[in-house]
């Protein structure tokens, strides 16, 4: 298994694993939009790492440095974060997840947020973060209004 930024030569495959995340999520019924994702993983303070695991694409990690809302100082925020459900318990997540701290490290940035809004394994999921060393400050809410 291996990880790297993403490349335009592996955007197609890239989408398939958003639309992958969306299929099994809380938000299943938003279609995808190819040129929304490609103006996101173009914005000058973002990242997006892959793994990779027998010539497969098998998850992704995707964040951006924006600053907290009441301050100047910098945070990292995931704008994205799966791994496909045959690789989930692999090494796969930890070291996507050790990507983008790495790369927040040479942003000069201390403090990473990593949420979850897919409604997926989230008991199963906060463990995990909590396992890496994350705490849970807050939590997410959505309410559909028709």
Known sequence: MK???LTDDRFDEFFELIE???SESEFNEIRADKQQIK?????PKGVVYLAESDGKLIGFIAGMVQRYFFSLKER????????A???RGS???IRLIGELEDWSIKQGISDIYIGQTTAVDIEKTQRFYSHLG???VGFNTVKHLN
């Open 3 to 5: 990880t790297f930024q």
């Open 20 to 22: 992958s995340m969306i």
């Open 134 to 136: 994350y705490k849970t």
């Open 76 to 83: 990292v925020t995931d704008m994205g974060f799966y791994v």
């Open 85 to 87: 459900p045959t690789h």
């Open 39 to 43: 103006l996101m993983t173009l914005i």
């Open 91 to 93: 090494s796969a997540a």
